[in-house]
T-cell receptor, first 111, second 116 residues
């Protein structure tokens, strides 16, 4: 069953703007991961944040995790047209190694 | 080599056909996965192999039959599929360290399957 729920489902912005996507989940987790998927292709892992971490950065990506609210956000700064893709959060419960994917956010960055 | 390869890229088959999807990785990963993904939906887990043994079967119909011949290969045998089985089939692999689940999945590009 799906654990994460991304918000918004779709996001359309201009190049250079920041894009923020949110993910909420229901049960306790060991870690939360964000993946990107270009249309009709496989998923690419972006970043993993552990349950005891609050924020993590990777290049233009910034991920936050609030375990008290059971939510995470992915911020892409200075977006580019090449960032156009679907973004999924995936949670890994304690005692497991298998991520459960949320519904995803479809991001369109207009040049 | 951090690549997961899948063949074929596209497959069109009739409901009476038998076909196979193939997946290969050479990263030494001992967990391999099959996912099914419909358009604009998240991947749905179908099967998980851990150390070449089937560890999870998410109540997938028997017309889908997985096989893991060795630690680098994963097959999905298809027989008597229905049109609603048309989807993108994704293979993934990851390390398996049960008390340290901080291992991400590496996905292949997928096989686009159309069942007529």
């Amino acid at each position: 069953s799906q654990q994460g729920e991304e918000d918004p489902q779709a996001l359309s912005i201009q190049e250079g703007e920041n894009a923020t996507m949110n993910c909420s989940y229901k049960t306790s987790i060991n870690n939360l991961q964000w993946y990107r998927q270009n249309s009709g292709r496989g998923l690419v892992h972006l970043i993993l944040i552990r349950s005891n971490e609050r924020e993590k950065h990777s290049g233009r990506l910034r991920v936050t995790l609030d375990t008290s609210k059971k939510s995470s956000s992915l911020l892409i700064t200075a977006s580019r047209a090449a960032d156009t893709a679907s973004y999924f959060c995936a949670t890994v419960k304690g005692g497991s190694y298998i991520p459960t994917f949320g519904r995803g956010t479809s991001l369109i960055v207009h040049p | 080599d951090t690549e997961v390869t899948q063949t074929p890229k596209h497959l069109v088959m009739g409901m009476t056909n038998k076909k196979s999807l193939k997946c290969e990785q050479h990263m030494g990963h001992r967990a391999m996965y099959w996912y099914k993904q419909k358009a604009k939906k998240p991947p749905e887990l179908m099967f998980v192999y851990s150390y070449e043994k089937l560890s999870i079967n998410e109540s997938v119909p028997s017309r889908f039959s997985p096989e893991c011949p060795n630690s680098s290969l994963l097959n999905l045998h298809l027989h008597a599929l229905q049109p609603e089985d048309s989807a993108l089939y994704l293979c993934a692999s990851s390390q398996v360290v049960l008390r340290d689940p901080l291992h991400t999945q590496y996905f292949g590009p997928g096989t686009r399957l159309t069942v007529l």
